[in-house]
């Protein structure tokens, strides 16, 4: 821990702290309410331990790992969003080489082969995918078949592998290191969720798409905008090479990108007539429940990121 | 035959703790329904549709390793005891039970093996399909597992639905390919002396447990 730079080591402490608070609240609800059945709520916290004490231990390991960690992390999203949606059983070894895929994206980040990088998946994959399909020949539901694919690896995969990518960017905020804009990234789009859900449930009112999420408020959604714009303005130039006008900015828009990943991806639970993708995080549902927002920030912010200073 | 030895003990541990644990865990990845539907100890019977090779292992995966020797799958003897290295894996590592299929075969001594165990005390897993068939589908229910209840009072039948395994592994394929996959299990069916209306429960049962699987297709 002592050789973590120091904002990231304070960032840590913070989330760490955070935890804690959470625990120690949920202990006094249940204390005050005895009658009350606070099962949920304790198992969502304690997967929040699980999911940050994991996080936290990858990315401390060292940058291979970590990257490694984000790879599976695809893997695992990946075969989720394959087993939800509808796909044809001749299809099996299309997917067996979108997965295939997964390692040669993340080996590129690796190697810090940024155009490789960039490329792989909207160039190659896309263009040759289709042909593994086409040599086994079933042409009903083709169309259906390949979009499903192409987009569950775009989701699962390019999107994600952005946050690895923040990694191997070469350090420019050095009391941050290499950890500082992973950690901005993941707090922030975390936030955000949280602050939605939490000024949704105290002032929500008015809905905004009823059809898909009919817990989604305006005052939720404008609540958790304006309070990550805020927080993401003061830590930003400590986590990020970013300053602060630029990190409210951000803010801002991941705030709305976040929203646009959960209502997305709630779309597609919608259309399965599914609640949860999953059932591997008690408490949260599945993977793709838990990085729905994650999905859309991660690009965004590293394009952000890059543009402005690299 | 079918006695467990200490060796097959231990190879089923390393087998089950080493490969087949981790493979599940990891390269599926269940959703199981009501764990706390599956009987803990034997004599018990678990019942299941069956898609793939895999169905097997997911089953025995969902208890501990201490429990493994506990779990006899039946299967069936014409395909696993076919080959001589399958069926010292089969009977050895797995600990199947074999079932001769064929006809012709002594009907009241069909089941011997079965009831020995059940009396020791063992967990049965049987497909009543008899054998693989068509990706995520039941077919047709063969009657053995009504027999069984039959001879033995008081012991009841839970039906598990599994999802997904004829996508990850199906008959006639090699590749495994990573699917999350569900196992919902049922409520224990009591024996009822129609056999037919027994058989028709289960299906009703396994239909109705896969109506709550997450990882439907578009076709069913």
Redesign the interface.
């Given at each position: 821990m002592s050789d973590v730079p120091l904002y990231s080591r304070y960032a840590i402490y913070g989330i760490v702290a955070l935890l804690v608070i959470a625990s120690a609240t949920r202990l006094l609800l249940a204390y005050r309410n005895p009658a009350k059945d606070y099962t949920e709520l304790r198992q969502r916290i304690q997967s929040w331990w699980w999911m940050i004490g994991i996080l936290l231990v990858m990315l401390l390991a060292s940058k291979t790992i970590a990257i490694t960690f984000f790879g599976v992390l695809s893997?695992?999203a990946l075969?989720?969003f394959?087993?939800?949606v509808?796909?044809r059983?001749a299809d099996?070894?299309v997917?067996?080489w979108a997965?295939v895929a997964i390692a040669f994206q993340y080996y590129w980040i690796a190697t810090d082969w940024y155009g490789m990088f960039i490329v792989f998946i909207p160039v190659y994959v896309f263009l040759l995918l289709p042909m593994r399909a086409v040599l086994i020949g079933e042409t009903q539901g083709f169309i259906q078949a390949l979009g499903t694919v192409h987009w569950g690896v775009m989701l699962c995969v390019f999107c994600v592998s952005h946050i690895a990518y923040l990694l191997v960017l070469p350090v420019q905020n050095v009391e941050a290191g290499y950890i500082g804009p992973v950690l901005f990234l993941l707090f922030i789009t975390q936030f955000n969720d949280v602050c939605q859900y939490i000024w949704g449930k105290l002032l929500g009112r008015h809905k905004i798409i009823p059809k898909v999420s009919p817990k989604k408020t305006w005052e939720g959604f404008i609540g958790g905008l304006l309070s990550v714009t805020v927080v993401s303005g003061f830590v930003a130039p400590w986590l990020t090479p970013l300053d602060r006008a630029e990190g409210f900015v951000a803010g801002a828009f991941m705030a709305v990108a976040g929203f646009i990943g959960d209502v997305v991806l709630s779309s597609v639970k919608r259309d399965?007539h599914?609640k949860?993708?999953?059932?591997?995080i008690p408490g949260h549902g599945?993977i793709l429940d838990r990085i729905d927002s994650l999905i859309y920030t991660a690009p965004l912010f590293f394009h952000y990121l890059r543009y402005l200073h690299y | 035959m079918i006695e467990v030895t200490p060796l097959s003990r231990v190879l089923k541990l390393l087998f089950f703790g080493l490969i087949v644990k981790p493979l599940v865990l990891f390269g599926l990845g269940l959703n199981v329904f009501h764990r706390e539907r599956l009987p803990q100890r034997g004599p018990a019977i678990l019942a299941a549709n069956h898609n793939s090779h895999l169905d097997t292992l997911v089953l025995m995966s969902l208890y501990p390793l201490g429990q493994l020797h506990r779990l006899r799958p039946v299967a069936a003897a014409d395909y696993f005891l076919a080959k001589r290295w399958l069926a010292w894996f089969a009977l050895n590592v797995i600990g199947i039970i074999p079932l001769k299929r064929e006809r012709t075969s002594a009907r009241h001594s069909l089941f011997d093996d079965c009831y020995r165990a059940l009396d020791a005390g063992d967990i049965l897993i049987v497909f009543p399909e008899g054998s693989r068939g068509a990706p995520e589908q039941i077919g047709e229910l063969k009657r053995g597992v009504h027999h069984l209840l039959k001879a033995r009072e008081g012991l009841a039948v839970t039906p598990i639905a599994l999802h997904g395994l004829g996508r990850a592994l199906p008959k006639n394929e090699a590749l495994l390919v990573p699917f999350n996959c569900d196992v919902v299990i049922g409520e224990p069916l009591p024996y009822t002396p129609d056999a037919e209306e027994f058989m028709r429960q289960m299906k009703n049962s396994l239909q109705e447990l896969l109506r709550s699987c997450i990882t439907r297709r578009g076709d069913d």
């Open positions: 893997f695992l075969k989720e394959f087993s939800i509808p796909t059983q099996r070894r997917l067996f997965y399965l599914i949860d993708s999953g059932t591997l599945g | -």
